[in-house]
């Protein structure tokens, strides 16, 4: 089975929340889906995972790897990694990642590896998102909101991603606020107008949702999920 990279047009897309939903889908029907989130920013939790967006993947996919495993590296401050390394005066060492990617990829059937903010958000100083999918040569996915400005923000990611030669697999619309609320339903043909690439699910606005079993069966529901298992 194919592994993807699930990017976002930005921070805030609904990345983590729609990949913890598709990987506890995938689990439901007895998949062997890892997670990995290679580069986490945020401030530490004081309980089990540092990350929150790797506690929520570690839970949906229900996976035995350990942390290091699935976020080699952490850096406490909700910067982008880069900022944090400068600030923190740490060193992100790349190296480790692509090692635990390969261990990943070899002891499941297929992993979901979610970004981090945009695509072109600097990891160090000449290494962007952009960069790691590129050398994991994984194909992606691209969350985007349905917002006024998200045309402008996929057109550019999806620019990227054609420069990089990454090959995209198509979108996935959140109807999700940046302000936190639902977001207006506009039409989502003109994304696929602008990008040539297929609406892979347009997800809706659920309010107050608490597991991501709820959130899964709302994936299931509003997305192909034909795509992962195909
Ligand atoms: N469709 C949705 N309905 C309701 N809340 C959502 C939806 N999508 C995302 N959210 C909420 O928006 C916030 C940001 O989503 P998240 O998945 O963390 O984004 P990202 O991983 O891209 O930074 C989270 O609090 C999440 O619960
Ligand atoms: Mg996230």
């Known amino acids: 089975m194919k592994s993807y990279f699930i990017a976002g047009t930005d921070t805030g897309v609904g990345k983590t929340t729609i990949t913890a939903a598709i990987a506890a889908s995938l689990r439901k029907r007895n998949i062997d889906v890892g997670v990995m ?7 530490a939790q004081k309980t089990g ?11 949906a996919a229900q996976v035995n790897d350990d942390e290091k495993t699935i976020n080699p590296v952490f850096l406490p401050l909700p910067t982008s990694p880069y900022d944090a390394s400068k600030i923190l005066n740490m060193k992100i ?17 297929m992993v979901l590896v979610e970004g981090i903010g945009g695509i072109m958000t600097p990891i160090t100083r000449d290494f962007f998102v952009a960069d790691m999918i590129k050398q994991m040569n994984l ?12 045309i402008n923000h996929t057109v550019l990611t999806i620019e990227l991603c054609k420069k990089y030669q990454i090959p995209v697999k198509g979108l996935i619309i959140n109807y999700f606020d940046e302000k936190g609320g639902p977001a207006e339903r506009n039409s989502p043909s003109t ?31 509003n997305m192909d999920m034909n795509v992962f298992i195909s």
């Not at 989130?37 to 401030?43: C, D, Y």
């Not at 060492?93 to 059937?109: A, G, N, T």
């Open 139 to 150: 194909e992606t996915i691209v969350v985007t909101r349905s917002t006024l400005g998200t």
């Open 93 to 109: 060492d790349m190296s480790i990642v692509f090692e635990r990617y390969r261990y990943l990829v070899k002891s499941h059937q």
């Open 37 to 43: 989130k290679p580069v986490a920013t945020g401030l």
């Open 49 to 59: 995972f540092k990350s929150q967006d790797v506690a929520l993947l570690h839970d």
């Open 191 to 221: 994304l696929h107008e602008v990008t040539g690439l297929p609406i892979l699910g347009i997800i809706p606005f659920v309010k107050d949702y608490q597991k991501f079993e709820v959130m899964a069966n709302v994936v299931e529901k």
